[in-house]
């Protein structure tokens, strides 16, 4: 399954989501990230976040959707938006007919404050963004009917933490 994680800076959010969805489900999930208005760079407390749990982010980059509209991008199977300023912008269309789904998070990136504060930001963020994952994974979504997936997915997207 390809997974696209949209926001609309592609800076933190989405990149966490891919680096999540592309790390726990290897195998079974290839997951990209891109934003609207991307930012042109990845968030530093994103940044820090990844390198501390060992992720090697020298490939990360923030990059817009359209790139995935293109005749030689990979198909995408689920689109999820992660930020309500995305989730409610209308969406390219993507090669194949994705399924959506909203897994709405507070912004990492719009936290104040020292490097602590914003670092027990990006750390919250990953853990939901991780409990979501999970529940995603947890499911047999290879062999379910699309629209019970669609459902299970925005069931997914009111857990803990929900924006």
Do not use: Y
């Not at 969805?21 to 990230?33: D, E, Q």
């Not at 934003?35 to 530093?44: D, L, N, T």
């Not at 939901?128 to 699309?146: D, I, K, Q, S, Y």
């Amino acid at each position: 399954m390809n997974i696209l994680v949209l926001c609309t800076g592609n800076s933190a959010r989405s990149i966490l989501g891919e680096v999540i969805l592309g790390h726990l489900g290897a195998g079974r999930i290839t997951a990209f990230s891109a934003g609207s208005q991307p930012k042109g760079a990845v968030h530093p407390g994103a940044l820090r976040l990844l390198a501390a749990k060992g992720f090697d982010v020298s490939a990360l980059h923030s990059k817009s959707w359209n790139v995935f509209c293109a005749p030689d991008a990979p198909e995408i199977d689920l689109a999820i938006t992660v930020c309500g300023s995305a989730a409610g912008e209308a969406c390219p269309v993507f090669p194949g007919t994705p399924l959506r789904a909203h897994w709405g998070l507070p912004d990492p990136a719009a936290v104040t404050g020292d490097d602590a504060a914003v670092d027990a930001a990006f750390a919250q963020t990953w853990d939901w963004l991780t409990m979501r994952a999970n529940a995603l994974l947890a499911l047999p979504f290879e062999t379910m009917a699309p629209a019970d997936l669609q459902a299970r997915l925005a069931e997914i997207g009111q857990m803990e933490g929900a924006a």
